[in-house]
């Protein structure tokens, strides 16, 4: 749809003699503007656009007359109590004339048909940065389709089918939460190939429902529907419907209820699909059907009813305010009361309105703008990670260039054009004192802690594990309780490892008697000789034995504290080996590790302050000093604990044998903890502020962005 216009449009310029307007025009009942003024709505059948005007300028057309202007001006002043002055007429046929609404000839309307012919289709550079951003395919022209199948679709908008699809949307619900574990596990049947088919075919046949809504909905109120196609965002493709005779309508509830059909399809499909799911069969179809109960409506109501683009949600805001032409017409309100707060000029509002709606606007246009400097910011990271490099890194600076830089380069440029009427007040005090402070937060070096992640345990710890399988014999420790270096904390037995050893002793007993035996019965050498051979390798295979058994004693390395032993462990219980048995931790001294980005590592030294922060907010903060600080980067977090794959704050990925390897280079930094300091009895989280030179925020990023460009330079 057009943009909407008011009978004041900007424009200018005098005419010295009026233009004859259009003969295939049409003049339709719009819905009243948000003041409660009647308006009109001009249609352009040959372009299929709209625009809307106010009571002046329906009087104006209405009354036309190029042959006797001051007829004309007479018949305005009666119907509207006014006649129209020279400025709002001239203003009133440029907008006609910007617009193609008359009929003229010669080289003048030439030129200006080649000047918009040349606007509309920018050099190939110009549409090669937005094209990609959106780009809109029409594949169908449905009306005649849709008049055919209207009649069958008709009964689908009676209360009765409201009522029984509420209903079922209940029970299927109170259904599901009976079984609510199994509701969820359904997801993982899209793992596989026919589950892959079946979420896409749910999401495509939602989407299909949810513009045929759209366009059902437009035909039941009387309007054409001149295409639905396919449009992408960011390459992603999006199914649309075009209802711009929507803008036929002169009742504002009709409107909405065309903007909203989609949403509401979605949602009754989504009721069905929740009924369903409780009697499908486990499958494809059931995974679909949880799909469309779950995902798709979400999503859907997440984009569409988003305002602040134009789906469905920013024309059901537009039809709930009566402000047609939302955008363009809460950008204008939004800058001005932008220049007014900043500067004070004293300008008039781009447009009469209530100070409500105005409010609303001023609201609306900067959530918008901070939404499309958040949007466009993501979308230029996006392109840049997911495009060749040398082509992301072009994209991704020719986006923000032209998105985010060009228009904040176009309102400054305002803002210099009005330099002469900035004056001394308390509106300019306050701006200048705002930019100063920001300023000078900027640049101005304050900054001189570095807050990284870091873990805080004992200096000395050790696992305990059981070496071999056996059964446990005896806990001479209780947990929490101190023990020696040396001491016995799990004592194992193995049966089979206590026979083993007694068949070895009689095999060694035996082999020792025969021996004696034969050495005194004068047997021959070399047969006594063979038997020795023997003895030793049993004697051999004796001490293996005994050795394995000593092993089941399972002493502690060191002094401390038994922790973490599993509370199952009781004698008689089978353990298999490498099973922890607990860990012995010595809590009188405490280490720290952290982690420094590369963008830091210049700012801070060994010797300087830390504080540690636990996670645990019921664990006191420990002082420390910077031990050391090593200069070559971690290959992999040798404290799975802070990596993201963990859930830790350190940005992560799992290699091939599951180590977590962090995504940006970070160097170890390893913390003593003043003496003194009780050390956790295993390991945990915590922040580490370190002592640094003071930097600037402005500082610290231009070194990222650096560091990130010759990190990138190479291709």
Same mark, same amino acid.
């Given at each position: 749809?057009?943009?909407?216009?008011?009978?004041?449009?900007?424009?200018?310029?005098?005419?010295?003699?009026?233009?004859?307007?259009?003969?295939?025009?049409? !003049?339709?009942?719009?819905?009243?503007?948000?003041?409660?003024?009647? #308006?009109?709505?001009?249609?352009?059948?040959?372009?299929?656009?709209?625009?809307?005007?106010?009571?002046?300028?329906? #009087?104006?057309?209405?009354?036309?007359?190029?042959?006797?202007?001051?007829?004309?001006?007479?018949?305005?002043?009666?119907?509207?109590?006014?006649?129209?002055?020279?400025?709002?007429?001239?203003?009133?046929?440029?907008?006609?004339?910007?617009?193609?609404?008359?009929?003229?000839?010669?080289? $003048?309307?030439?030129?200006?048909?080649?000047?918009?012919? =040349?606007?509309?289709?920018?050099?190939?550079?110009?549409?090669?940065?937005?094209?990609?951003?959106?780009?809109?395919?029409?594949?169908?022209?449905?009306?005649?389709? !849709?008049?055919?199948?209207?009649?069958?679709?008709?009964?689908?908008?009676?209360?009765?089918?409201?009522?029984?699809?509420?209903?079922?949307?209940?029970?299927?619900?109170?259904?599901?939460?009976?079984?609510?574990?199994?509701?969820?596990?359904?997801?993982?049947?899209?793992?596989?190939?026919?589950?892959?088919?079946?979420?896409?075919?749910?999401?495509?046949?939602?989407?299909?429902?949810?513009?045929?809504?759209?366009?059902?909905?437009?035909?039941?109120?009387?309007?054409?529907?001149?295409?639905?196609?396919?449009?992408?965002?960011?390459?992603?493709?999006?199914?649309?419907?075009?209802?711009?005779?929507?803008?036929?309508?002169?009742?504002?509830?009709?409107?909405?209820?065309?903007?909203?059909?989609?949403?509401?399809?979605?949602?009754?499909?989504?009721?069905?699909?929740?009924?369903?799911?409780?009697?499908?069969?486990?499958?494809?179809?059931?995974?679909?059907?949880?799909?469309?109960?779950?995902?798709?409506?979400?999503?859907?109501?997440?984009?569409?009813?988003?305002?602040?683009?134009?789906?469905?949600?920013?024309?059901?805001?537009?039809?709930?305010?009566?402000?047609?032409?939302?955008?363009?017409?809460?950008?204008?309100?939004?800058?001005?009361?932008?220049?007014?707060?900043?500067?004070?000029?004293?300008?008039?509002?781009?447009?009469?309105?209530?100070?409500?709606?105005?409010?609303?606007?001023?609201?609306?246009?900067?959530?918008?703008?901070?939404?499309?400097?958040?949007?466009?910011?993501?979308?230029?990271?996006?392109?840049?990670?997911?495009?060749?490099?040398?082509?992301?890194?072009?994209?991704?600076?020719?986006?923000?260039?032209?998105?985010?830089?060009?228009?904040?380069?176009?309102?400054?440029?305002?803002?210099?054009?009005?330099?002469?009427?900035?004056?001394?007040?308390?509106?300019?005090?306050?701006?200048?004192?705002?930019?100063?402070?920001?300023?000078?937060?900027?640049?101005?070096?304050?900054?001189?802690?570095?807050?990284?992640? =870091?873990?805080?345990?004992?200096?000395?710890?050790?696992?305990?594990?059981?070496?071999?399988?056996?059964?446990?014999?005896?806990?001479?420790?209780?947990?929490?309780?101190?023990?020696?270096?040396?001491?016995?904390?799990?004592?194992?037995?193995?049966?089979?490892?206590?026979?083993?050893?007694?068949?070895?002793?009689?095999?060694?007993?035996?082999?020792?008697?025969?021996? $004696?035996?034969?050495?005194?019965?004068?047997?021959?050498?070399?047969?006594?000789?063979?038997?020795?051979?023997?003895? #030793?390798?049993?004697?051999?295979?004796?001490?293996?034995?005994?050795?394995?058994?000593?092993?089941?004693?399972?002493?502690?390395?060191?002094?401390?504290?038994?922790?973490?032993?599993?509370?199952?462990?009781?004698?008689?219980?089978?353990?298999?080996?490498?099973?922890?048995?607990?860990?012995?931790?010595?809590?009188?001294?405490?280490?720290?590790?952290?982690?420094?980005?590369?963008?830091?590592?210049?700012?801070?030294?060994?010797?300087?302050?830390?504080?540690?922060?636990?996670?645990?907010?019921?664990?006191?903060?420990?002082?420390?000093?910077?031990?050391?600080?090593?200069?070559?980067?971690?290959?992999?977090?040798?404290?799975?604990?802070?990596?993201?794959?963990?859930?830790?704050?350190?940005?992560?990925?799992?290699?091939?044998?599951?180590?977590?390897?962090?995504?940006?280079?970070?160097?170890?930094?390893?913390? =003593?903890?003043?003496?003194?300091?009780?050390?956790?009895?295993?390991?945990?989280?915590?922040?580490?502020?370190? $002592?640094?030179?003071? =930097?600037?925020?402005?500082?610290?990023?231009?070194?990222?962005?650096?560091?990130?460009?010759?990190?990138?330079?190479?291709?």
């Amino acid at each position: 749809m057009s943009a909407a216009v008011g009978s004041g449009a900007a424009g200018g310029g005098e005419s010295a003699a009026l233009p004859a307007l259009r003969d295939d025009l049409a !003049l339709l009942p719009a819905p009243h503007d948000a003041d409660g003024a009647p #308006a009109w709505t001009i249609w352009d059948p040959v372009r299929n656009r709209y625009f809307r005007i106010g009571r002046v300028a329906r #009087a104006l057309m209405a009354a036309w007359n190029p042959r006797d202007p001051g007829a004309m001006a007479r018949a305005v002043a009666a119907e509207t109590g006014a006649a129209p002055d020279g400025r709002q007429l001239a203003d009133f046929v440029a907008f006609l004339r910007l617009n193609e609404l008359v009929a003229e000839s010669g080289p $003048e309307h030439r030129a200006r048909l080649a000047r918009r012919a =040349a606007a509309e289709h920018p050099p190939f550079w110009k549409r090669a940065m937005t094209r990609y951003l959106f780009a809109r395919i029409p594949l169908v022209r449905p009306d005649a389709f !849709l008049d055919a199948t209207e009649p069958l679709v008709r009964p689908l908008y009676s209360r009765a089918v409201a009522i029984a699809v509420v209903l079922a949307g209940v029970v299927g619900v109170l259904l599901a939460s009976r079984q609510i574990d199994a509701f969820f596990a359904t997801f993982a049947y899209f793992h596989s190939p026919a589950g892959i088919a079946w979420f896409a075919l749910g999401l495509i046949g939602a989407k299909v429902l949810h513009e045929l809504a759209h366009a059902y909905t437009a035909k039941r109120y009387g309007c054409r529907v001149h295409g639905m196609g396919v449009a992408f965002l960011v390459l992603w493709p999006v199914l649309y419907t075009d209802v711009t005779d929507a803008w036929k309508l002169a009742d504002r509830r009709r409107r909405l209820a065309i903007g909203a059909a989609g949403m509401i399809a979605e949602l009754g499909l989504a009721a069905l699909a929740t009924l369903a799911w409780s009697f499908l069969p486990d499958g494809p179809a059931r995974s679909a059907a949880f799909l469309i109960a779950t995902v798709t409506w979400v999503m859907t109501l997440a984009v569409n009813l988003n305002p602040l683009m134009k789906f469905d949600g920013y024309y059901l805001l537009a039809d709930l305010l009566g402000v047609d032409n939302l955008q363009a017409r809460g950008f204008a309100v939004g800058r001005w009361r932008l220049r007014e707060a900043l500067f004070g000029f004293g300008e008039p509002p781009p447009e009469p309105m209530s100070p409500r709606l105005r409010r609303i606007l001023v609201v609306y246009a900067w959530s918008a703008w901070l939404w499309r400097l958040v949007l466009f910011v993501t979308i230029a990271l996006l392109v840049y990670h997911f495009v060749v490099k040398v082509v992301g890194i072009l994209l991704a600076v020719v986006e923000l260039a032209w998105f985010v830089a060009r228009p904040v380069r176009d309102e400054l440029a305002q803002w210099w054009a009005r330099r002469d009427r900035i004056r001394p007040t308390r509106n300019l005090a306050l701006t200048l004192l705002v930019l100063a402070g920001g300023l000078a937060v900027l640049v101005v070096p304050w900054q001189d802690r570095i807050a990284v992640p =870091a873990v805080v345990e004992a200096a000395g710890a050790s696992a305990l594990y059981a070496p071999v399988p056996g059964r446990i014999a005896a806990l001479p420790v209780a947990r929490g309780e101190r023990v020696a270096a040396g001491a016995p904390v799990v004592v194992l037995e193995s049966p089979d490892l206590v026979a083993e050893i007694a068949l070895a002793r009689r095999r060694a007993l035996l082999l020792a008697r025969l021996i $004696e035996r034969r050495a005194a019965g004068a047997q021959a050498p070399d047969t006594v000789g063979v038997l020795e051979s023997e003895l #030793a390798a049993e004697r051999a295979t004796l001490e293996g034995l005994e050795a394995r058994a000593a092993r089941l004693v399972v002493r502690a390395p060191i002094d401390g504290r038994l922790v973490e032993r599993d509370p199952a462990l009781r004698p008689g219980l089978w353990v298999a080996a490498d099973r922890p048995l607990g860990r012995v931790v010595d809590s009188r001294a405490a280490r720290a590790t952290a982690y420094l980005p590369e963008s830091a590592l210049d700012r801070v030294a060994v010797g300087g302050r830390a504080r540690l922060t636990p996670a645990d907010s019921t664990r006191p903060a420990i002082a420390a000093r910077i031990d050391s600080i090593e200069r070559v980067a971690v290959a992999r977090l040798d404290r799975p604990l802070l990596a993201s794959t963990e859930g830790g704050p350190i940005a992560a990925r799992a290699d091939s044998q599951g180590r977590p390897v962090p995504e940006t280079a970070l160097y170890r930094v390893v913390l =003593a903890p003043e003496p003194g300091t009780q050390a956790p009895e295993r390991v945990i989280r915590a922040t580490a502020r370190l $002592e640094a030179d003071p =930097a600037s925020p402005a500082g610290r990023l231009a070194r990222t962005v650096a560091a990130v460009l010759i990190r990138e330079s190479g291709f």
